[in-house]
């Protein structure tokens, strides 16, 4: 049974800084690509970033430059670090494995 915990979610100010983390189990995780998806209050699930078993990353472009994502194999874990936030990046995050299988989701809220 494949499973994804979040955690790492909360209240920041405009500016601030905080790290997601998504640690896996269940899975051999260095084969699959992972991601992060966001959905705010009364919007669509929205791809935030994404990082390919093979490296390659994508970023939604009102995130680049600003998050970055990240993984650890050897700690089944994937990050977002995410930088500069903005009132509109609130919203439930949520890492994914392939779109295959999904945390529960962690709220980050950027608010003065």
């Known amino acids: 049974q494949v499973q994804l915990v979040e955690s790492g979610g909360g209240l920041v100010q405009p500016g601030g800084s905080l790290r997601l983390s998504c640690a896996a189990s269940?899975?051999?995780?260095?084969?699959?690509?992972t991601g992060w998806y966001r959905q705010a209050p009364g919007k669509q699930r929205e791809l935030v970033a994404a990082?390919?078993?093979?490296?390659?990353?994508k970023y939604a472009d009102s995130v680049k430059g600003r998050f970055t994502i990240s993984r650890d194999n050897a700690k089944n874990t994937v990050y977002l670090q995410m930088n500069s936030l903005k009132p509109e990046d609130t919203a439930i995050y949520y890492c994914t494995l392939e779109e295959k299988f999904w945390g529960q989701g962690t709220l980050v809220t950027v608010s003065s």
């Open positions: 990082l390919r078993s093979t490296g390659s990353t």
């Open positions: 269940g899975t051999i995780f260095r084969i699959y690509g």
